[in-house]
T-cell receptor, first 113, second 111 residues
Framework: NAGVTQTPKFRVLKTGQSMTLLCAQD?????MYWYRQDPGMGLRLIHY???????AKGEVPDGYNVSRLKKQNFLLGLESAAPSQTSVYFC????????????FGPGTRLTVT | TQLLEQSPQFLSIQEGENLTVYCNSS?????LQWYRQEPGEGPVLLVT?????EVKKLKRLTFQFGDARKDSSLHITAAQPGDTGLYLC???????????FGTGTRLQVFP
């Protein structure tokens, strides 16, 4: 059981470039989430999914898109990276709705120059 | 606007000391979770409290949910270097049903 995995672990982008972060979970969880973590601000929800084929906006969705084509995978895309998107990105999954334990991946550190 | 404020933001103590971390809000939460995050890793759930006034113990860690379900505290007795990490509270907002993370408390315990 790998739990929640994220690729890549580190990435440096130039302003305007695009990239996709991949999250995979092997726990058969319905719910998946993408967060960003910035110093002094805790974790902020970007987008989430309540099941295969569904996505919904979180607290800070602007500049990001997501897709959940397969139950085990949740992709986060940046179409035109900006320095304000420099952050550590975490993927998480949970068995069911809000309030259940969330299992987090190890994070992706993204720097946009 | 940050709904869940944690204090202190940073805490640096010697091994063996006791400490308390606070998680405060003006909003009511249906339940509240505490996570610990170590460097280079994602947060890991420590405990969930759901009832106002509830107290849960996990070895040397004691968690309390406020009577009005607007605040929580984490008390660590005889801290050890292995307790070092970022502690995050997260509450399910009573009205919106959304999970909101606190601002975090970074704890460093020196041997």
């Amino acid at each position: 059981n790998a739990g929640v995995t994220q690729t890549p672990k580190f990435r440096v982008l130039k302003t305007g470039q695009s990239m996709t972060l991949l999250c995979a979970q092997d726990m058969n969880h319905e719910y998946m989430y993408w967060y960003r973590q910035d110093p002094g601000m805790g974790l902020r929800l970007i987008h989430y999914s309540v099941g295969e084929g569904t996505t919904a906006k979180g607290e800070v969705p602007d500049g990001y898109n997501v897709s959940r084509l397969k139950k085990q995978n949740f992709l986060l895309g940046l179409e035109s990276a900006a320095p304000s998107q420099t952050s550590v990105y975490f993927c998480a999954s949970s068995y069911s709705a809000v309030g259940y334990e969330q299992y987090f991946g190890p994070g992706t550190r993204l720097t946009v120059t | 606007t940050q709904l869940l404020e944690q204090s202190p933001q940073f805490l640096s103590i010697q091994e063996g000391e006791n400490l308390t971390v606070y998680c405060n809000s003006s909003s009511v939460f249906s339940s509240l979770q505490w996570y610990r995050q170590e460097p280079g890793e994602g947060p890991v759930l420590l405990v969930t409290v759901v009832t106002g006034g509830e107290v849960k113990k996990l070895k040397r860690l004691t968690f309390q949910f406020g009577d009005a379900r607007k605040d929580s505290s984490l008390h660590i007795t005889a801290a050890q270097p292995g307790d070092t990490g970022l502690y995050l509270c997260a509450g399910v907002h009573f009205n919106t049903d959304k999970l909101i993370f606190g601002t975090g408390t970074r704890l460093q315990v020196f041997p």
